[in-house]
């Protein structure tokens, strides 16, 4: 066990971090898979991991998770997998500050606190891997998705500089920038919109003919245009882990690969009607 190479994952209820704990447990690795609910983290504690709760918005099970990891490991971790996220769409005149605080501390505030208590242990054992998932919504921005979209384009100039200031240390960082991937993240994205925006508000919206066919198409999972399972996520992860030398960025699915070059290489306005666009061809 001891020779074993270590990863503590969040968000491994369902999706990309369930796959990424199943996928690289096979791979040989030592998973640590975390769960903002206890009880997934107990569904899979009987499926023979060592998880843990783990909730971003929750700084004692942050650190218990953490303690508890290193314990097992004698103080030791080669990898972390920031992967715990969900979206809240709705238009930014109708989005309550407090809602955009919430979102910010689940993908934002928690995984820089997660991160910091993991560097120390990196740096002591001269090397280290931290892999964060971002999005193509981390490169360019889509309407009503504006608390998303600011999580995870603040996640980017986080990364870019966590990778700067690391430079030497041994630990490599990267991000995954993934489009459209097979989960439940469309259907909770609608969950939160009622959660934080409501039924009210949205009626009395100047968005909601939008809002009623975005989240009729969200409430059936979304989008189904170049969605990929989770597993193309994961082989990105398998290179940002196992390879001699990470990339700084991974594309995952045609859509980022596409915007990720158009941006580069358009003028903003061109870019804004593309996104304008294919926003409505998924309406």
Same mark, same amino acid.
């Given at each position: ?61 942050? /650190? ?38 919430? /979102? ?20 002591? /054992? ?158």
């Amino acid at each position: 066990m001891k020779d074993k190479r270590s990863i503590l994952i969040t968000g491994c209820s369902t999706g990309i971090g369930y796959s990424a704990a199943y996928i690289l447990r096979e791979r040989g690795w030592q998973v640590f898979p975390t769960c903002r609910k206890p009880e997934d983290a107990e569904h899979l504690r009987s499926e023979g991991f060592d998880a843990f709760h783990l909730d971003y918005c929750d700084t004692e099970s942050i /650190q218990s998770a953490v303690e508890s990891v290193l314990k097992i490991t004698g103080g030791r971790l080669d990898a972390l997998f920031n992967n715990g996220a969900y979206g809240l769409p709705g238009a930014i005149e109708d989005l309550p500050t407090d809602a955009l605080r919430r /979102q910010f501390e689940t993908n934002f505030f928690g995984w820089h606190e997660l991160t910091r208590l993991v560097i120390p242990a990196m740096r002591k /054992q001269g090397h280290g891997r931290i892999v964060q998932c971002s999005s193509i919504l981390g490169l360019v921005a889509m309407d009503y998705r504006g608390a998303y979209n600011a999580t995870k384009f603040a996640l980017e100039g986080y990364t870019d500089t966590l990778r700067l200031e690391l430079h030497g240390s041994g630990i490599q960082v990267s991000l995954i920038e993934p489009g459209p991937i097979q989960s439940r993240f469309s259907q909770n994205a609608v969950r939160m919109f009622f959660k934080e925006i409501g039924e009210d508000a949205k009626n009395a919206s100047h968005f909601r003919e939008s809002y009623n066919r975005r989240l009729t198409m969200l409430s059936k999972g979304g989008t189904t245009k170049f969605k990929l399972p989770p597993d193309a996520v994961v082989k990105k992860l398998i290179h940002a882990i196992e390879a001699p030398k990470a990339k700084a960025r991974y594309y995952v699915t045609v859509p980022t690969y596409i915007m990720g070059t158009l941006r580069r290489l358009l003028p903003t306005s061109l870019v804004d009607i593309i996104l304008r666009r294919f926003a409505k061809s998924e309406e």
